[in-house]
C-alpha cells in the first residue's frame, strides 16, 4: 500500500483537493474524522480525559467539549501533549485498521488527510507528502470570510501550526490554491498520475510500517 499523507495550512483548500482525488477513486482516511471517532460518547479515551481533565470537559450529552478543550490546548502546550498522550495512540490504530481494509480491498494507493502532519510527526507514516499551498496572507484572509474571525483571532490560528512556507519545503509534491479551480484541479491531476507512476515503481520514501 503506498500511503500519500495530504496536508496544507488552515484554509489552504485541502478539502478541495481530497474531493478530486476520492472523485478519482483514491481512497481516503481522515484523520480529523477518526479523532471525533475515538473521544465519541463511551469510548475509552474519552473516560481517560474525562479523569485527566475533569468532568467539567464533558458535556450534559455525554460528549466532549471540543470548544472548551480547544480553548484550553490552544493556549497551554503541555496539556496539548497530555490529550495527544491519550488521542494519538488510538487515532493511529483506527488508521492503520482501514489502511489493512482498503488494501485488502484491492487499492494500491490511500491518501492520508492529516491536517497537523508535520507537527505531529506522521510524515514519517507516509511514502510521499503532498501540500496544498497558499501563502499566508490569503490563508488570513480567507479564516477572516470563512469564518468570521478577527484579524488577530485569524493570525493566531495561522500561528499555531507550522509556517506554510515551511511545509511547502518539505513536501514531496505543492498544489498550489492560490488560483482558480480549474487551476488546482489541473495541478492535483497531475500529482496524482506522478504519484500513479510512483507507487508502480515501488520507490517512495516510506521504509517500514511494521511499528504502526
Avoid at 488552515?10 to 481530497?18: E, H, N, Q, R, Y
Avoid at 488546482?184 to 516510506?206: H, P
Amino acid at each position: 500500500m503506498f500511503v500519500v499523507g495530504l496536508t496544507g495550512g488552515i484554509a489552504s483548500g485541502k478539502s478541495t483537493v481530497l474531493k478530486i482525488f476520492e472523485a478519482e477513486g483514491v481512497p481516503v482516511i481522515c484523520l480529523d474524522e477518526l479523532a471525533r471517532a475515538v473521544v465519541r460518547p463511551g469510548a475509552p479515551a474519552l473516560e481517560d480525559i474525562r479523569a485527566t481533565f475533569g468532568e467539567e470537559f464533558i458535556n450534559s450529552d455525554g460528549e466532549l467539549d471540543r470548544d472548551l478543550m480547544a480553548g484550553v490546548v490552544f493556549r497551554d502546550p503541555e496539556k496539548r501533549r497530555v490529550l495527544e498522550s491519550i488521542t494519538h495512540p488510538r487515532i493511529m490504530q483506527e488508521a492503520s485498521t482501514l489502511l489493512r481494509f482498503f488494501e485488502q480491498s484491492g487499492h494500491s494507493i490511500v491518501v492520508e488527510d492529516v491536517p497537523l502532519l508535520y507537527e505531529i510527526g506522521f510524515d514519517k507514516w507516509c511514502d510521499v507528502v503532498v501540500v496544498v499551498y497558499v501563502p499566508k496572507e490569503v490563508q488570513e484572509r480567507r479564516l477572516i470570510e470563512r469564518d468570521r474571525m478577527t484579524p488577530e483571532h485569524a493570525r493566531a490560528r495561522i500561528a499555531s501550526q507550522m509556517p506554510i512556507e515551511e511545509k511547502k519545503r518539505r513536501a514531496d509534491y505543492v498544489i498550489d490554491n492560490t488560483g482558480d479551480p480549474e487551476s488546482t484541479r489541473r495541478q492535483a491531476l497531475e500529482v496524482l498520475e506522478r504519484i500513479r507512476a510512483q507507487a508502480r515503481s515501488g520507490k517512495g520514501n516510506l521504509e517500514s510500517r511494521a511499528s504502526m
